[in-house]
């Protein structure tokens, strides 16, 4: 059972990493449109910076549930930062 308890809690913890990198990266695209507005570049566009917060979001507020509750709402809620993070980067960044 301590297992468990200390897996679920390594769980939580990265997703909350992740969680906060994904409010880190929404930041920079934000930066990067301003910075790209400014200058006459054509930058990220709109629908990559609205995507980037939206999933920042998201990580947050599931990140905050898993925080809270306890049990598989927790385990669902940390995974679910994991594949969302794991999408952003994907879509986002490689594909």
Sequence with gaps: MTALRSSGRATRGLSGV??????ALAIVMCLAQWLAGNSGSPGPGAAVVVGHLLAALAAVVLQVAAERSGGRTAVLASWSVLVLAAAVLWFGWWA
């Design 18 to 23: 992740l969680a906060g990198g994904l409010v």
